[in-house]
């Protein structure tokens, strides 16, 4: 059977850069406490008129520039989000549109910090099936619509901006660029990360989610194993951007040592399904993904949601 | 298990975790005070015991394990 493959990424982050010394005027914390917890040095965040769909379309504009391919060539947009202040359209169909891409399949998924590596397993499932011939796959979230900036716990953490991949088939004889995806879900923990009420804002339990993340190593391992790939051959490592303590406790455990793992974070917050491809944009804007080599990207989140999958870099 | 053999184990995970050298991860230190170690590592450290001794450490139980010996004494209770 045929696969699919990447070939190109894309990101986006809007400009205003919030640094731990501005949310120090406002909640009690400080830049120190903050970089020793978290890793986070600043993030950034969107403006008042800025929307997820804008986001989302101007990291699927780079992904696809950067791709070679035309908006003609793309027949399947899907965007990860879970911050959409408004349920429809969809920002997949709305982005499809800006781009110039006629009359696409287009649809939003929802796995919250995980929802990028579902939909590149979903949007790759589609093109080995023969139902897509190339797609386009964003991860898109304004977190900070969904901030409770007095609570110091959360605001410290979330932020906005957008990530995008195009995804083709790969021609016959060429192995599978986007190897099998592991995921799963513990709807039961669903709590442990939340938005109660409409006008709610993103709950957590830190340190029961910091004990959960940090001990998904197993599904990694499961995810190269699926893959044929041994942990020591990955060149790159991108976990979900969700706290630098998670990826390096998930980097020791999985022994890849720190030059190939994403730290992304320090400088975009934790962007929730943009984490993963908008640290790809920024390692492959500094030339740190070799190309034709497997990267392993690693989602989890809310839900709880989780997936892993290895990839042949582009 | 006796308590030496927990003390040691625990020890490698310190290490391994927060970067202690073992030989100082001795019963009586305070984690937090003595040997700088934040209440995440402490949940890393609760998780890897588990792994090694079998015992869970809720994340409630953990803020009352202040040292080494807490947490020795908790291990050997639940062996």
Redesign the interface.
Known sequence: MAGAKILAFGGYQPDQVVTNDDLALRVDTSDEWIR??VGIESRRVAGPEESVTDMATAAGGKALAASGLSPADIDLVVVATCSTILPMPSVAAVAASRLGIAAPGAYDLNAACAGFCYALAAVADSVVAGSSRNALVIGAEKMTDWLDWDDRSTCIIFADGAGAAVVAAVPDGEPAGIGPVVWGSAGEQGNKIQVTGRTGAITQDG??V??WA??LHPLALQACERAGVKPSELTAFIPHQANL?IVE?LARKLGIPRERVADDIVHAGNTSSASVPLALARMAEQGRLESGTPALLMGFGAGLSYAAQVVTLP | MTDQEILSGLAEIVEEIAGVPADEVTPEKSFVDDLDIDSLSMVEIAVAAQDKFGVEIPDEQLKDLKTVQDVVNFVSKGV
Do not use: V
């Open positions: 020793s917890r340190q029961g910091f004990r940090t001990s303590r406790a």
